[in-house]
């Protein structure tokens, strides 16, 4: 294992100049860098859209055709955006609808509040 001497002697070699910054305390604040960095990073490649379409009101959903599945029990429910506003209101949240939707119809039911019900994916395609 080097010493810190020779570190640094690398380190001037490989065109480090400065002395490394001294490390922070678990209880400092990250620098703003890291956090610019961070964000500038973010994966650019998932639209808005297709990540969170859970988490949007009926009425922001361009589609026309809503579907969940189970992922526990591969049952798939599909909708029309006209009769889910129709059923629950333009402004109900697709995750809830969509839960709700899949736990009408579930067939796992065990009797224990953890296994309960199904566990719903929505659909993301066009």
């Known amino acids: 294992m080097p010493t810190v001497k020779q570190m640094e002697k690398m380190g001037?070699?490989?065109?480090r100049k400065t002395a490394p910054s001294p490390a922070l305390a678990p209880n400092d604040d990250?620098?703003?860098e890291y956090w610019k960095a961070l964000l500038?990073?973010?994966?650019?490649?998932?639209?808005?859209?297709?990540?969170?379409?859970?988490?949007?009101?009926?009425?922001?959903?361009?589609?026309?055709?809503?579907?969940?599945e189970c992922r526990r029990c591969s049952r798939t429910v599909e909708i029309q955006k006209v009769d889910a506003i129709r059923l629950y209101g333009q402004r109900?949240?697709?995750?809830?609808?969509?839960?709700?939707?899949?736990?009408?119809?579930?067939?796992q039911r065990t009797g224990r509040h953890e296994e309960d019900g199904c566990w719903p994916f929505y659909d993301a395609a066009p």
Do not use: M, N, Y
Request: glycine share 4%.
């Open 30 to 32: 990250l620098p703003a």
């Open 92 to 107: 109900a949240v697709w995750k809830d609808v969509g839960q709700r939707l899949l736990d009408d119809t579930c067939t």
């Open 12 to 15: 001037t070699a490989f065109g």
């Open 40 to 68: 500038e990073d973010a994966p650019s490649h998932i639209s808005p859209s297709r990540s969170s379409i859970a988490a949007l009101r009926l009425d922001q959903i361009p589609r026309h055709l809503l579907r969940v």
